[in-house]
């Protein structure tokens, strides 16, 4: 081998040594950033939106002027007919017993105060109305079936239940107890108008 050849293989020998340690040099380098660089890449992106647009805002109160302790005993009949005639030992009656505690009031957004002079108000007062009902019991206490009455669709129980408390008997809930309801609504209003100032008049109208 002549000395020319010698040179240039120990040339290359030396780039081969110089780019192998280069190497080594990265990799060590590199090393402790692996695991990060693995974090890095792996990850969540959650995006959440809560669009809320509040239109109005509207406060309701109903106004509880007479509570009614009620209780009876209803009766209904039912039998089966023929060409509009009735047959004979095909009724059907039942007897359920009840008590509740009716709530009568009104709509207290809708009372009206208006100055009718210096120290006068007029208060209008909506109509009565029925608010609810509650400590209800509501029990089937008897029946009373004729021979045929199997040709009769038998009384439902809980429609009976829901006359007693349907529009019709809530309007004569309010009508048969109007003039305690004007007199507690004016006692009622009267008592915060007087409570603000005592010298105050007060009158009041009622609607309906």
Avoid: C
Wanted: no cysteine.
């Amino acid at each position: 081998m002549t000395t020319s050849t010698k040179t240039r293989v120990s040339a290359w020998i030396g780039w081969i040594l110089v780019a192998g340690l280069l190497a080594v040099l990265a990799l060590v380098a590199i090393g402790p950033l692996k695991p990060l660089m693995n974090l890095a890449s792996i990850g969540t992106t959650t995006e959440t939106r809560d669009t809320q647009v509040i239109e109005s805002v509207t406060t309701e109160e109903q106004v509880v002027l007479l509570s009614l302790g009620i209780q009876g005993l209803m009766e209904e009949n039912s039998s089966g007919e023929v060409f509009g005639v009735a047959i004979p030992g095909s009724s059907r009656t039942s007897f359920i017993q009840y008590a509740f505690t009716a709530k009568l009031g009104i709509e207290g957004g809708e009372v009206t105060i208006e100055p009718t002079g210096e120290d006068s108000y007029l208060i209008t007062i909506p109509a009565f109305i029925f608010v609810g009902h509650d400590d209800q019991t509501f029990e089937l206490v008897a029946e009373d079936n004729g021979a045929l009455s199997w040709v009769t669709p038998e009384i439902d129980s809980v429609e009976m239940v829901n006359k007693i408390l349907d529009d019709t008997a809530q309007a004569e809930y309010i009508a048969s107890n109007a003039e305690t309801l004007q007199e507690q609504a004016a006692s009622f209003y009267r008592g915060i108008v007087t409570g603000i100032d005592p010298e105050l008049t007060v009158e009041f109208a009622y609607a309906g």
